[in-house]
């Protein structure tokens, strides 16, 4: 399966400062990823589609202008957290989904603090 | 709407069987995933159905009925390392991963 590795595991921040978090594919190329978020105890929900070379897809009540997604190169995609907020504290994690019968494959996850 | 439904807490006893289970509601169905994620951790895949009956995998086996919308996890010989969260996650018609919210297992001794 693919290997994928987000960075960092854990980040704290001050109000109003950005975050980015990347997330890379160390041996597939992903053309599409994929970010989620989770608050304690609840589920994972898609934040953004993150396409190769194009613009992302942001579901529906995601800010675009506050979390910058990029996906400039087949292995690396990144997340900004722009003018970060306490609320936006959370556990972002990036996927890379195969087609078929193929798993999602996860990065290790980013626990944001904001404080 | 599109609807994952999962019990939200189940607790057990060491060495027993657990069963997880999971109902859905999606436009269209392309298969349907149990991960298992311990606190702070990404989840890590489990099982995968996509066609109807049971899936065998060493102590877990999922098992799937496209027509009632309905999946099982079960688990056996629980193992304390067992007490995690577990997400049921169906492909949908879009071949978008929906989450349920997962059911958080409690293994005692």
């Known amino acids: 399966g693919a290997v994928v590795s987000q960075h960092p595991s854990w980040v704290i921040c001050k109000s109003g400062t950005s975050v980015k978090i990347e997330c890379r594919s160390l041996?597939?190329?992903?053309?599409?990823m994929f970010w989620y978020r989770q608050f304690p105890k609840q589920s994972l929900m898609l934040m953004a589609t993150?396409?190769?070379?194009?613009?992302?897809?942001?579901e529906q009540g995601v800010e675009k202008d506050k979390f910058l997604i990029n996906h400039a190169s087949l292995t690396l995609s990144t997340l900004t957290v722009t003018s970060a907020h306490p609320e936006d504290s959370s556990f972002y994690i990036c996927?890379?989904?195969?087609?078929?019968?193929?798993?999602?494959?996860f990065g290790q996850g980013t626990r944001l603090t904001v404080v | 709407g599109q609807n994952i439904d999962q019990p939200t807490e189940m607790t057990a006893t060491e060495g027993a069987i657990v069963q997880i289970n999971c109902t859905y509601q999606?436009?269209?169905?392309?298969?349907l995933f149990w991960y298992q994620q311990h606190a702070g951790e990404a989840p890590t895949f489990l099982s995968y159905?996509?066609l109807d009956g049971l899936e065998e995998k060493g102590r877990f086996s999922s098992f799937l009925s496209r027509s009632k919308g309905y999946s099982y996890l079960l688990l056996k010989e629980l193992q304390m390392k067992d007490s995690a969260s577990y997400l049921c996650?169906?492909?949908?018609?879009?071949?978008?991963?929906?989450w349920g919210a997962g059911t958080k297992l409690i293994i005692k001794p």
């Open positions: 996927s890379v989904a195969g087609g078929g019968d193929t798993e999602a494959f």
């Open positions: 041996d597939f190329q992903a053309t599409t």
């Open positions: 993150s396409n190769e070379g194009s613009k992302a897809t942001y």
């Open positions: 999606t436009s269209g169905f392309n298969g």
């Open positions: 159905n996509v």
């Open positions: 996650a169906v492909r949908d018609g879009n071949y978008q991963l929906i």
